[in-house]
Structure formats: structure tokens, C-alpha cells
């Protein structure tokens, strides 16, 4: 670019840069402060003509700067390079801005030299906007799709044509291909919308009308067929499994209808002004937000999130106890999980006692712990506190199907939720302790001596202490994990079904052989399995590699698991005997208390967060759950620990 070129248009940007600085509220999120002084500058340029005509001609100077057609087309967009490729231009361009081009973008930023200028522009009416344009004297005659040769409206038309290439390209992904078969046997929508267009843009090249309401009315019933086939393949993926390469696709093809239709919107509009808001609202916060690294991964994120927790949420319904039968279920089931438990404890003070390297002691208490969960969940058996991060998805679920005058039913269901955590934490400790209090009881007569030294033992009741030790902060460390391991866990059963993993295991040769029928069950098997596999050897890798932490960085990390607090008590309760731990019981008893609920609240919180972000829900839900859950609570408190029996049929 010329330096003739350069001085007139940062003239211009500054001129309208100045004018946006008498705009802009003191405080950037005072919409209402904003809304006055945009009223203020309306009355200001009705007064001074001269003025609103010399800002007017520096708008549309900006309007008509080379590469205005891609900025239409992509600024806001994702590219095509993917998801991991644009992370790591996001976060290049963060680290080290683009030097600036004087580009659209760049303009743009330069008039609204705020960060955050986007947040108050777009809470303000559009209306008033339209106003504020029509005072400037934009949408005038020369301004409109009737002026045949108007650069700004021909860039825009040019930005839609890109976008409709870009479209087309895109929906031929080998990806989308698989995850829609009949996009390639039918007539693709996506490839429709530009056959239509190729016309209307070959018109107005040889100097003839631009796209009018009956040419754009066309083209968006195609474009709702995009929006149809986009929303057809995220169901189908809900069954399926998805890829973050599907959903970083789908996501980008709902970007680009959008933003077709809402430039042809504009090109095809009788009022000018109104129907410019709407996108340059788009184009700002695009441009003012083209580097936020957090908000472009919480936008991809939940996508796919959406799909871990609805895997997650398939689990979860069957850790829910609805009658006193399930109920009675659950308690057997934490039984013996408990017993498993307090063996694993066992293992786990043993191989403490090794006095290993650091590291070598993390990863065989892991092993010890995940392969313990891993026979837990094959013997049919329950981790209580493993359930929140399932049962949270099953209640965002429920939640996303509930109308607002529907709320009874969720109330049952999280009613049932809490009930069926009590006897499973119940049935845990009510087993662990015990068979741990046995096993410290036998170990001497069996093997002459003591299951651990008396300062060993000493120290792990020490440890549970709710007030003079980090036990409470250690629980919520281990309702992290919790929480993690069913995102984990939701992960490997989606990528399960998205490669078919069922039916990609009995075909393999090492495996055919041994009939289709036993080929078939051992696929089913693996599919059912393969997610509680993965997450609870990475619960269990997470406990045993938080737990020496603290040894190799020096910081005040630990774990402190409700069911294994309570076997380390039996152990030690059983040894020590009951003399020597009387000022310490209590206070154990309390922990252990304060250690479930913290593991419980950790867990299930961050759980039904996540699921409540990818289904796009906010908190007022959440809020206005708790409150008819405590209304509950107070008439029926009962109701919370064991369900109603069943009522006689007549």
C-alpha cells in the first residue's frame, strides 16, 4: 500500500475512532450509559450536517478497502486448518500480535481501539444503531442494491461468494462424508445453495441487478436444508460417537450458513440501516475476540463435551435407585466394593512400608488403585463416589428435556441422585471398615506381626482428621479426580462407538476365529467396557500419583478418598485398639463424614457444570433446582435417605 494511500485512510479511522471515543460509556459494560450518549451524538449531527456527511464519506471509504470481501467472509470464521492448527495461531497471534496491515481488521480495531468495545456496541439496542446510521446519512439513495455499481454492495456480494465456495469445499470433508452417507448418493444441499448462487453472481458481474428478497428467499430454503443435514449428523453423533475433527467441521459449516445469510440478508434488505446492525455487531466482537484462546476452546469444547457427558450420562442412569428394591441393590453393590477396598488398602500400606523412590511409589499405588476399580466394575460392584460425574449428566439431561413447569420431575430424579449416593457411600464405608478392622484382627496370628508399625498407624488416623490436617482439602483434590475420571471415562466410550469399536473387534482375524457368536460377545464386551476401563485406571493413576506429590514438589498436595479413609481406620482401630484411639475416634468419625461430602460435592459440582455448559444451560436452572430441593428436604427429609416403599396395586 502507497503512502498516498496510507495518510487519508488513517485520517479517516482516526476521524471515526474520535467519534466512537464520544460514544463509549465510562464503564464498558453500561449499555444504558451508552444508549445516552449515542442519543446525545444523534441530536449533535442533525444540528451539524457538514459533519455527519465528512464521517459518513470516511465510513464508506473504510467499506471499499481491498481484501473487504475476505474480511467479510472470514473475519469470525473458523479456518480450515482445524482445531489444533488454529489453537496454535491463536495463541502465536497472542503472544505475538500481527503487526497491523491497515486490512478491515485492522481498521476496524483501530476505530474501536477498545478490547472490550464489542461488550457495550452489542448490548445496545439495534434500533438506535439504525438511528445513528440514518443520521449519518448512511442507507441512502447510492447506498442501496439499486445502485448497480456500488463497490460496498459488490464487496459484499463478493464476501457471499466466497462463502458459498467455501461452503461447498467444506461439506466434501471425507469426515462429514462418513458421518452422512447420503450427502454423497443425494443432491448435497451444501453444493446446491452455490449451483443457485453461480447465476445471481454472474449477473451482477455483467452489470445487472443484485441479489433481490424473491432471489435470497430461494437460496435460504437451501440453506435450511444445510441447517437441517448439520443437525441430522450432531443427533446421529449422539449415537455414534464424534471426533473433534466432525465437531470442529460441524461447527464451522453453521458459521458459514449464518454468515451467508446474514449478508445476503443485508444485500436483499429494503431497510439499509436496520439490517446493517446485525452484522457489523458480528464483525466487531469477531475481531475483538479473534484472539481469545479461552473463549475459542470453551466454543469447541462443548461441543464435544456434549457428547462425553451424554456417554457418561448413559452410564449414569443406571447408577440411579428409583424404589426400594434399586435402593437395597446399591447397598449390596457398595458392599462389595467396600470389601475390595479395604484389601486395597491393605496393598497399598504394605507397599508403603517399602519405602520406595518416590515415583515408583506413585505408579504402584495407581496400579494398585486402578486395577482394584477396574475388578470393582467388572464384579459388578460400585466406587460410590465414581457416580456424581455420570448421575450429573443423566440430571442435565433430564433437565434439557424438562419445561419450566415441569421441575417436579427433575426434583424426583435428583432426589433419587442424592438418596442412591447416601447408600452407596453407606454401603462402601459400612463394609470397608469392617472387613479392614478383620483383616488388622488376623494379620498377626497369620503372619506374627502387626499390619503396620504403631507410627504408621498413628499417622493415618492423624491424617482423616477434618481440623488438624488438610483432609477436607484433600477430598476436594480427589473429587477433581473423580470428576475427571468420568470425563475419562465418557471419552473412550464415545471414541467406542464413533470406530465402531464393537464390530471392528470381532472382525479381526486373531479373534474371528473363534465364531461369530463368541467374536460378537467379545466386541459387545469390549464396547460396554471400554470406558469404565480407561477411567478408572486413570482414577486410579490420579490417587497414586497424588499422593506423592507432595514429596516431589514440596507443595501440599495429597488425596483423601472416603472408602479408603475409612479401611485405613479399620486397620488401624483393629491394631491399635480402641484405648489408644479414644481422643482420636471422634474426630476420625467426623472426618470421614467430611470427607464423603466433599468428595460427593467436588465430583458431582464440576460434573453437572460441564454438563449443564454443553448443553448451553446457565445457572438460573441450577439455582431454582436447589431451592425446590430444599423445599423438599424440609417437608419430607426422610424421603432424601431411603425411597418410599412401593405402593399396594389395587
Known amino acids: 500500500m502507497q503512502d498516498s494511500e496510507i495518510t487519508p485512510l488513517k485520517a479517516a479511522a482516526a476521524r471515526l475512532a474520535a467519534f466512537v471515543d464520544r460514544l463509549r460509556p465510562s464503564s ?15 441530536a449533535h449531527l442533525a444540528e451539524r450536517r457538514q459533519e455527519a456527511e465528512a464521517l459518513r464519506a470516511d465510513v ?54 477498545r478490547p472490550q468495545d464489542y461488550r457495550w456496541a452489542v448490548a445496545v439496542d439495534d434500533a438506535l444503531w439504525s438511528e445513528l446510521a440514518r443520521s449519518l446519512g448512511l442507507g441512502r439513495p447510492g447506498d442501496t442494491p439499486a445502485a448497480k455499481g456500488d463497490p460496498a454492495l459488490i464487496s459484499l456480494l463478493g464476501g457471499v461468494r ?87 467441521l460441524l461447527a464451522l459449516l453453521r458459521q458459514l450458513v449464518e454468515r451467508q445469510r446474514l449478508l445476503l440478508d443485508f444485500i436483499a434488505a429494503e431497510d439499509r440501516p436496520a439490517q446493517a446492525v446485525p452484522l457489523a455487531k458480528t464483525l466487531l466482537a469477531a475481531e475483538q475476540t479473534r484472539d481469545h484462546v479461552g473463549r475459542f476452546l470453551g466454543e469447541n469444547v462443548s461441543l464435544l463435551a456434549r457428547n462425553v457427558t451424554d456417554r457418561a450420562g448413559d452410564r449414569g442412569e443406571h447408577y440411579i435407585a428409583e424404589d426400594r428394591g434399586a435402593w437395597w441393590a446399591m447397598a449390596r453393590s457398595a458392599a462389595g466394593g467396600g470389601a475390595i477396598i479395604a484389601l486395597l488398602a491393605l496393598i497399598k500400606t504394605k507397599l508403603a512400608m517399602l519405602h520406595l523412590p518416590p515415583l515408583t511409589e506413585g505408579i504402584l499405588f495407581g496400579l494398585n488403585y486402578g486395577l482394584g476399580f477396574l475388578l470393582i466394575h467388572l464384579l459388578g460392584f460400585v466406587v460410590a463416589t465414581k457416580q456424581p460425574a455420570m448421575t450429573a449428566a443423566a440430571i442435565a439431561a433430564t433437565l434439557e428435556e424438562t419445561r419450566p413447569r415441569e421441575m417436579g420431575r427433575l426434583v424426583d430424579l435428583a432426589q433419587n441422585v442424592l438418596r442412591t449416593q447416601f447408600v452407596a457411600v453407606l454401603g462402601n464405608v459400612a463394609l470397608a471398615l469392617p472387613a479392614a478392622c478383620l483383616i488388622g484382627y488376623l494379620w498377626p496370628p497369620l503372619f506374627g506381626e502387626t499390619v503396620a508399625p504403631v507410627h504408621k498407624l498413628t499417622r493415618m488416623v492423624d491424617e482423616i482428621d477434618p481440623l488438624r490436617s488438610g483432609a477436607l482439602l484433600f477430598a476436594a483434590i480427589a473429587g477433581v479426580g473423580l470428576f475427571l475420571s468420568g470425563l475419562v471415562s465418557g471419552y473412550f466410550d464415545n471414541q467406542a462407538r464413533y470406530d465402531q469399536l464393537s464390530r471392528r473387534v470381532a472382525a479381526a482375524h486373531w479373534i474371528a476365529w473363534l465364531g461369530p457368536e463368541r467374536a460378537g460377545r467379545i466386541g459387545a464386551f469390549v464396547d460396554a467396557h471400554y470406558g469404565a476401563i480407561f477411567g478408572n485406571l486413570f482414577f486410579g493413576m490420579y490417587l497414586g500419583i497424588a499422593s506423592v506429590l507432595d514429596t516431589l514438589t514440596g507443595l501440599p498436595i495429597d488425596i483423601r478418598h472416603v472408602a479408603f479413609s475409612s479401611a485405613n481406620l479399620g486397620l488401624a482401630l483393629s491394631t491399635l485398639g480402641y484405648a489408644a484411639l479414644a481422643d482420636l475416634l471422634p474426630w476420625a468419625l467426623a472426618g470421614i463424614f467430611g470427607i464423603a461430602l466433599m468428595n460427593l460435592a467436588v465430583s458431582f459440582g464440576l460434573a453437572l457444570y460441564v454438563a449443564m455448559k454443553s448443553m448451553r444451560r446457565g445457572t438460573p436452572q441450577i439455582l431454582r433446582l ?23 396395586v389395587p
Open 28 to 42: 464498558i459494560a453500561d449499555a444504558e450509559a451508552a444508549a445516552y450518549n449515542i442519543r446525545r451524538e444523534i
Open 60 to 113: 464508506l471509504r473504510l467499506l471499499v478497502r481491498p481484501g473487504i470481501q475476505s474480511f467479510y467472509a472470514e473475519s469470525g470464521v473458523r479456518s480450515g486448518m482445524g482445531f489444533w492448527l488454529e489453537l496454535k495461531q491463536r495463541l502465536g497471534r497472542r503472544l505475538l500480535p500481527s503487526p497491523q496491515e491497515l486490512g478491515p481488521g485492522d481498521l476496524l480495531r483501530i476505530v474501536f481501539r
Open 162 to 248: 466466497l462463502l458459498s465456495y467455501r461452503l461447498a469445499g467444506t461439506a466434501l470433508d471425507r469426515e462429514l462424508l462418513r458421518a452422512e452417507p447420503p450427502l454423497e448418493r443425494h443432491e448435497s444441499p451444501f453444493l446446491a445453495q452455490n449451483a443457485a448462487l453461480l447465476p445471481l453472481f454472474e449477473r451482477a458481474r455483467a452489470g445487472g441487478a443484485l441479489p433481490g428478497p424473491e432471489d435470497v428467499r430461494d437460496i435460504d430454503v437451501l440453506l435450511a436444508q444445510c441447517d437441517e443435514t448439520i443437525a441430522r449428523v450432531r443427533r446421529r453423533a449422539c449415537e455414534n460417537g464424534i471426533s473433534l475433527r466432525l465437531t470442529y
Open 626 to 648: 436447589a431451592v425446590l430441593l430444599l423445599q423438599r428436604f424440609a417437608r419430607h427429609p426422610f424421603s432424601f435417605f431411603m425411597p418410599p416403599p412401593r405402593a399396594p
